[in-house]
């Protein structure tokens, strides 16, 4: 064997003890909270991802869409028939398409209503509620409810809250904490979103 090649081998062996040693110490079993946030894209697309995920192992999965509901989704498109899957969407869209604090509001309670459920249910193995952070930032939810409802949630329950800004004490309650960096983006350049890429 070859200098080169046993080096390798030696840093792979090291790198097999460190992953193994980690693997053993983890050792608790229960849902986890995770945050996507930052400014880079990708947050629902991650999300819908991992709801992809639980479907193909037949768990239950509820998703509320804040925002971005009323817009075309082509993970909601392809999903939408599965018996195991459950969605409810925020009614008004962006909010800074509509201007009216009042009907957003109205529209964020009457959909959270559906997430309080979703999140007392201990036969959803996932929950999402996605894009939530703008409705912390706006006022429309209040803080102390949603930490209520994630942290009283079923104990096998995970649940995934995406957006910007995620608020702090979110970021703090969180097992797994993912922030997207926004390096480059298509749509600064004046590129269009692309139906089947961007939604």
């Not at 050792?27 to 945050?35: C, D, K, P, S």
């Not at 800074?96 to 036969?123: F, G, H, I, M, Y």
């Not at 193995?125 to 009283?152: P, Q, S, W």
């Amino acid at each position: 064997m070859s200098d080169r090649q046993q080096r390798h081998q030696q840093a792979m062996q090291k790198l097999k003890s460190h992953v193994d040693d980690k693997v053993a110490a983890a050792t608790e079993q229960r849902g986890q909270l995770l945050v996507f946030t930052g400014n880079g894209k990708g947050k629902t697309t991650a999300a819908w991802g991992t709801v992809t995920r639980a479907l193909g192992y037949g768990y239950r999965v509820g998703v509320i869409q804040f925002i971005k509901g009323l817009w075309e989704c082509g993970e909601r498109e392809r999903l939408i028939d599965d018996i195991h899957l459950d969605v409810h969407i925020m009614a008004t869209g962006f909010t800074w398409d509509t201007q009216n604090r009042a009907s957003d509001t109205a529209a964020c309670l009457e959909v959270w209503l559906e997430a309080e459920r979703l999140l007392a249910d201990p036969d959803v193995y996932l929950v999402v509620l996605d894009e939530i952070t703008y409705m912390l930032k706006f006022g429309y939810l209040e803080f102390e409810t949603v930490r209520r409802a994630i942290a009283n949630r079923p104990r096998e329950q995970s649940v995934i809250v995406t957006g910007r800004n995620a608020h702090r004490e979110l970021v703090d309650m969180a097992d797994t904490v993912t922030e997207m960096q926004d390096t480059k983006h298509a749509f600064n350049a004046g590129l269009q979103a692309r139906r089947g890429i961007d939604y």
